[in-house]
């Protein structure tokens, strides 16, 4: 489902891919055998198969949640990006799902939870509370603001239809609440870390409830699972991605921008730099994480990538069947000059920007791994999840650096808990 085209790369490549099949196969056996560090997180790796149990689950109390017009998702970093990301790649744009997926607890502007306190007030509301820790501070305080309100509205039996709690299985202020006033729950497993919970019921039940098919998510991801096996450089693509970014950080590239030319990447972009830059970021190494949406991006940093410092490289996902297309109609007059394209559909044309760009980066030194993504289906969506959540523990490996943990995340925490007069601090 993905395949990699190393046409872009290879010139600018000092040394050989295959030279690191030695370190692949070490790091691969650490990640099955969990002998690396931070092995207790790596519940990840078998879970589009230990997954499957959960799905009827998953998928009977999406049911229910479906009968409510909007499902307010609450959470944030792991918990909030994975479901983004799906909504976003799956969604037809301009077109609402049913019921509507708001999210709330992913900042902590004053601004965006009024307005959303008032678009819900009238509405038939249900919750997914998400926390792996049930600590973080801004799920925990919309969900208390966004409850000051629902328990207004509905009686407590009303409220433990309508309110979920994904989060610890035994641990944390969420599972305690959610236990005592009956909430449904379900469990992030403890060795799954928040950026790889996406295919756990962090990601999964509000992808159900959107009416994706969590199946094929999974399914999707099985295969990804079966396509990195093998640590074999040759045939490994997850490894193939992994191992050329950094030869090309090696190379003094310091950053990687993921682009893509469909804007339902938006989300997934977002993820993926969560995903890697959580992971890598740590003992003043790793590659800074950024992301365009082209054509888009081509009109503002598009001067910055072709002409600017010479340390950026680009990972481009091509979308090779577009889910829709539409056709370039001949016009008599030809006031608007476009008569050259009649008969062309606007994904021809789009697929050219890509080629011109590539074209255009490379003569400006800028190294570009394209990756190619069969479709936008559930599926794909899945595959693509799995495919760089390996290819993240790989390259986090090759830097040495344990990619489960996120120590320094906690550094603005304790300065805004000092600040906010929090006990203890
Ligand atoms: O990847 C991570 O671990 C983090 O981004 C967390 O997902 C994020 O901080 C939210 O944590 P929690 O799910 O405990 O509320």
Known sequence: MIKLNDAYVTPFLKGN??????????????????????SDFLGWVELPNT????LPSIQKVANRLKQYDVLVVIGIGGSYLGTKAGLNFLETPFKQTKP????????????YMVELLNYIKNKNVAVNVISKSGTTTEPAIAFRLIMDQLKERY???????????????????????????????????????GRYSVLSPVGLLPLAVAGYD????????????QDASSSDLSKNVSYQYAVLRYMLYQQGKKIEMLASYEPNMQYVNEWWKQLFGESEGKE????????????????????????GERHIFETIIH????????????QDNDLDGLNYLAGKTLSYVNTKAEEGTLMAHQEGQ????????????????????YFFEIACAMSAYLIDINPFDQPGVESYKKHMFQLLGKPGY
């Open 51 to 54: 997954i499957t149990d959960q």
């Open 366 to 385: 800028v190294p570009n791994i394209v990756l190619h993504l069969e479709n936008v289906s559930e599926a794909s969506f899945g595959y693509m999840m």
């Open 284 to 307: 003043n190494k790793g590659l800074f994480i950024s992301s365009a949406l082209f054509s888009t991006d081509l009109h503002s940093l598009g001067q910055y990538i072709q002409e």
């Open 100 to 111: 509507e997926i708001v999210f709330a607890g992913h900042n902590m502007s004053s601004t």
């Open 155 to 193: 009686s407590k039996e009303e409220l433990q239809s309508r309110i979920v709690a994904t989060t610890d299985q035994a641990r944390g202020a969420l599972y305690q609440l959610s236990k005592a006033e009956g909430y449904d729950q379900f469990v992030i497993p403890d060795d799954v870390g």
């Open 319 to 330: 979308i090779d069947t577009p889910t829709k297309d539409i056709e370039i109609q001949k």
């Open 17 to 38: 891919i295959r030279d690191f099949q030695p370190f692949v196969d070490n790091i691969h056996n650490m990640i099955h055998n969990k002998t690396g560090k931070g």
């Open 214 to 225: 969590v199946e094929k998510i999974v399914q999707g991801a099985q295969q990804a699972y």
